[in-house]
């Protein structure tokens, strides 16, 4: 009897439930045979011996049961300490394989963590704008209304505070409507004038909300009266204005040179975004001659849904409140009807393709970077074939050996989340730095971009599914369970077919995914590339702009406004380097004001279908100073100060009415000022007034000689780099007015490149442009992988093949003919995918199709390319094969 | 075969076991049959809790089993003797010799 089994039993790692029970019986049974055979040797009969044996040896039955009872109980406690035991010497094994090979442990780290970290970010960022976006109590019931028109069905507008009364008084599917006008007003915080964002809203607009003060008591509830000089400040507004004072709740603020009583601070997580970042909240001022027009739409109003009532059922309440009162005001109501949009839709209705895109292509990433790491891990498990067979030989278990794949795949991919996170956590303050400030403030719970814990648990989540995947991914592709072959034929002997397989499916997935990508990308690319070259009808270079507000008792005469900014523009046109110099109530694609009109001579018009049009007032040399072409007659000048009213319009406008007659000398009828008629002195080209992806409005220009403006914006055209004369006209507009602020500094492609239209393209565009790069990096390496390590497993076959006389070219070519087969296939995949997937852009596309045969040609192409130029470099190594060596090598 | 039976007190069969063991690795049968021989006989050890004495101690590691081939070439388990059973068996070595030598002497000068 050798020891060799004792020393076996060592090696046993795993333990498993023996059949206690069968080895009790044996070890019984022999210890009586031995025994009978011993009387029997000793000339007892057999039939005696039996017996003798038997009674010798006690209750047999009673034996046997204690036997199975400690056997099994020692089992259990061995089983348990022994999974332990085995796990801790797992980790340290995964540690020291990680110490071994730094250099795969820390690629494997860093594209687990960055695909871990991207993926966090953005279902961190996704998940905070898609679901807490409306912070406030049954969110689900708050509505956002608009009116909107017969004529344009898309056409969406605020109402008016006499039909906001109505629809308050006479709908039956609300608890409440309030309303809100989003305003900027000027500050004046210890004797500095600043231009702050404020909301004007009804009375009871916060009960509405379910929004309580975190200071002080809200508006007084005698809100038409002394209450009218309440301001509600925003959290953030006291904390940077009021120096968080606790007693703040009474205290005073001077807002376009009035005197308001600081009432209640809000809670620091209140954010209404769609009112943008107001920082202080006022009441309607009851006086003002808005609140009784029925034609000036100003007013969101915004709604909560009765309990039980339907946003359908409400809506269409309420459209029967508005045809009521188109019947009784016709003049102004009728053509008109409204829309109930839910508040959360109209909070994140314009980001959500773009979130829910770069979620996608997040995802895909991940995808392309476990598929690379499970092509590593498998490369690697199968050059530890032989010490697997080793482990086996010696008495390992499979699944034994396939729970160290396991544990070694969670350490790498725990870390890796680890990394991720943390990396999410940078990912998403410069995601959320990168959004320009005003896109941000309609975007809340970006706006407090801090890393939270579901983003950390996102991380971790990933990482522990991608671990338990890639440690099972070798114990099911690597075929390990058979020893003897393994360990007489060395690693690279064939039997590795289905690692194979798998890694090639691994390289076509990550093609197909990257192709995804680039197509994404590329249709990005295509639309920002045709956005900005659509003609904007203004000159973009070398123009600096920064807004004026005049506020205060002296300029509140129109003859004082004018002075202000004539003043100003002389000046600031004599000013060395500058070329020109204009101002303009609104800057192209700052959207502005539209006004309902009709042409003198034409019949009146049906008060549904009157034309309107964005006007404008201008001062100065704007139209020079703006790039904007003169088509037609003569543009504002000196003689408005005295002249005719005259107005200038754009081609839009003159098409619309006159069709291809002359517009100059016909005359326009506002219903703002009905006293009037307005001749036309020109026509100008179209000017994209809103943003760069809409068509072109109607767009009437005043002469603000004869309109006077209270705020404009310069547009100052420059010599030389237009940021370097900001300081100087800063100076010029403090010389005239120290108290006057000055903000919304910056220069024409600045506006275009922070415009939503350009913004909304261009934010997606950078970070899939950047995952599509980082995955065709992964693609290349793979692709490269494959190829190399078909040729190390076919060096000697080609050496034989190079010793008969074969051409090294034609190796090449039959490894290149692999990664063209492989390239092929993902670009086919991905092609399909990417066409199904390109519907999810559609939203931020513009100018082009989703299935745009350019792009997918193009992506194609390069992506084809790509495989090939890798292969071609692994396969090069080839050439390179000394036949003589490579024979002997194995 | 009239023999003087004297019943075991506790924790001396573990002893046994041990020292049986202590001269390598034996099958339960052996041990039996080397306690018995050792003991000419005097002392009367039931096989039934020779057995459970050997599981016991198996799961409190003082012993390992294995199974081998007996002499004549049947399936048998063989129980050694661990480090832990070694260190146990000189504990209860000196134990137990002090304890005889305690009741002798009580039992003499008495």
Redesign the interface.
């Known amino acids: 009897?050798?020891?060799l089994?004792?020393i076996r039993?060592l090696f046993r790692l795993a333990v498993r439930q023996r059949a206690v029970a069968r080895?009790v019986d044996?070890?019984?049974a022999?210890?009586l045979?031995?025994?009978i055979?011993e009387l029997v040797g000793q000339g007892i009969p057999r039939s005696q011996a039996e017996r003798i044996a038997r009674r010798?040896?006690?209750?047999?039955g009673?034996?046997r049961k204690?036997?199975v009872a400690?056997?099994q109980?020692?089992d259990a406690?061995r089983w348990r300490r022994e999974r332990w035991q085995n796990l801790g010497q797992d980790v340290l094994f995964a540690f020291r394989l990680m110490r071994r090979q730094p250099g795969f442990a820390a690629v494997v780290l860093l594209t687990l963590g960055i695909g871990i970290g991207a993926s966090a970010t953005m279902v961190g960022i996704t998940r905070r704008a898609l679901t807490q976006s409306v912070p406030f109590r049954d969110p689900d019931r708050l509505l956002h209304l608009w009116m909107t028109r017969d004529e344009d069905p898309l056409e969406r507008s605020e109402a008016s505070y006499p039909d906001l009364v109505d629809w308050q008084t006479q709908s039956r599917g609300f608890i409440g409507i309030e309303g809100y006008n989003p305003t900027n007003l000027t500050a004046e915080l210890g004797g500095v004038p600043i231009r702050i964002r404020g909301t004007v809203v009804t009375p009871r607009f916060f009960d509405l909300l379910g929004v309580r003060p975190a200071l002080g008591t809200g508006f007084p509830p005698d809100s038409t009266g002394a209450g009218a000089s309440a301001v509600i400040v925003t959290h953030g507004f006291w904390t940077r204005h009021l120096g968080s004072d606790p007693s703040a709740a009474g205290s005073s603020l001077t807002l376009d040179g009035a005197v308001y009583t600081v009432t209640a601070v809000l809670p620091a997580s209140f954010q209404f975004s769609p009112a943008g970042d107001g920082e202080v909240w006022l009441l309607v001022d009851y006086a003002a001659r808005r609140m009784s027009e029925r034609f000036n739409h100003w007013l969101r109003p915004i709604a909560r849904l009765r309990e039980g009532v339907s946003r359908e059922a409400a809506e269409a309440d309420l459209a029967l409140v508005v045809r009521r009162l188109a019947v009784a005001y016709p003049e102004t109501n009728q053509g008109r009807g409204v829309m109930a949009v839910s508040l959360r839709d109209e909070v994140v209705g314009k980001v959500r393709p773009i979130l829910l895109t770069l979620l996608a292509a997040v995802t895909v990433m991940l995808l392309i970077a476990c598929a690379n790491v499970a092509s590593l891990y498998l490369a690697r498990a199968l050059a530890r074939r032989q010490e697997l067979a080793i482990r086996v030989a010696l008495g390992a278990s499979r699944p034994r050996v396939a729970r160290q794949f396991v544990v070694e795949g969670l350490l790498l991919a725990l870390i890796g989340g680890v990394a991720g996170a943390m990396l999410a956590r940078l990912g998403t303050t410069l995601l959320v730095r990168a959004i320009p400030e005003g896109i941000r403030a309609g975007l809340p719970t970006l706006a407090t971009g801090a890393m939270d814990w579901g983003t950390v648990a996102v991380a971790m989540g990933i990482a522990l599914i991608v671990g338990v995947a890639f440690g099972l991914l070798p114990a099911v592709a690597v075929p390990f369970g058979a020893p003897a072959g393994v360990l007489r034929g060395g690693p690279r002997s064939g039997g590795d077919r289905s690692g194979n397989r798998f890694r090639d499916a691994l390289v076509v997935g990550e093609i197909a995914l990257t192709l995804v990508l680039l197509v994404g990308a590329g249709l990005l690319t295509r639309s920002l590339v045709t956005l900005l070259r659509t003609d904007a009808g203004f000159a973009a270079e070398r123009v600096m702009t920064m807004r004026i507000a005049l506020a205060g008792p002296e300029y509140e005469r129109g003859e004082a406004q004018q002075r202000f900014f004539e003043t100003l523009l002389q000046r600031v046109g004599s000013l060395p380097g500058v070329e020109s110099v204009g101002a303009a109530s609104n800057l192209p694609l700052n959207g502005g004001g539209t006004n309902t009109f009709r042409a003198e001579g034409a019949p009146e018009p049906d008060p549904a279908r009157r034309p309107d049009a964005v006007v404008r007032g201008v001062a100065g040399a704007y139209f020079d100073a703006m790039g904007i072409r003169i088509v037609e007659g003569r543009v504002f000048g000196v003689s408005e100060r005295s002249g005719v009213p005259a107005i200038v319009v754009n081609q839009t406008l003159a098409r619309q009415l006159f069709g291809s007659g002359s517009a100059t000398g016909r005359r326009l009828r506002f219903y703002a000022f009905p006293d009037s008629a307005w001749e036309i002195v020109g026509v100008v080209g179209d000017v994209k007034t809103g943003t760069l992806d809409a068509p072109v409005p109607a767009t009437v220009y005043f002469s603000h000689l004869q309109a006077a403006e209270n705020r404009m914006s310069l547009a100052v055209r420059t010599v030389g780099r237009p940021e370097r004369m900001t300081a100087a006209i800063r100076q010029e507009v403090a010389a005239l007015g120290p108290e006057l602020p000055v903000y919304a500094v910056s220069t024409m492609k600045e506006q275009i490149a922070g415009s939503p239209a350009v913004f909304f393209r261009r934010f997606p565009l950078v970070l899939l442009a950047a995952l599509a790069l980082g995955a065709l990096v992964l693609a290349i390496v793979g692709v490269y992988g494959v190829i190399a390590y078909a040729l190390t497993q076919r060096t000697r076959e080609f050496g034989v093949r190079l010793a008969l006389g074969a051409a090294p070219g034609s190796l090449v070519r039959l490894l290149i003919r692999r990664g063209v087969f492989l390239g092929l296939a993902g670009t086919a995949i991905g092609l399909a995918v990417a066409m199904l997937g390109a519907r999810l852009l559609d939203a931020i596309l513009y100018g082009i199709a989703p299935i745009d045969p350019l792009t997918l040609a193009g992506t194609s192409a390069l992506m084809l390319g790509v495989t090939v130029a890798a292969s071609g470099l692994a396969a090069w190594r080839a050439t390179r094969i000394d036949p003589a060596g490579a024979m002997r090598a194995e | 075969m009239a023999r003087p039976e004297l019943d075991l007190l506790q924790g001396t069969l573990d002893v046994l076991i041990l020292k049986a063991l202590s001269w390598g690795p034996r099958h339960g049968y052996a041990v039996a049959k080397w306690i018995k021989e050792r003991t000419g006989g005097v002392l009367l050890v039931e096989d039934r809790a020779l057995y459970v004495a050997l599981h016991r101690m198996e799961a409190r590691e003082w012993i390992a089993a294995e199974w081998g081939l007996s002499d004549n070439n049947r399936k048998a388990k063989y129980y050694l003797l661990t480090a832990a059973g070694r260190r146990a068996l000189r504990d209860k070595h000196g134990a137990w010799c002090s304890y005889a030598a305690a009741v002798a002497s009580v039992l003499e000068t008495g």
Request: no cysteine; proline share 3%; hydrophobic share 35%.
């Open positions: 009897m050798s020891l089994p004792g039993r080895d044996e070890e019984l022999f210890h045979n031995a025994k055979e010798e040896f006690g209750d047999l009673l034996a204690e036997l400690i056997g109980r020692g406690r």
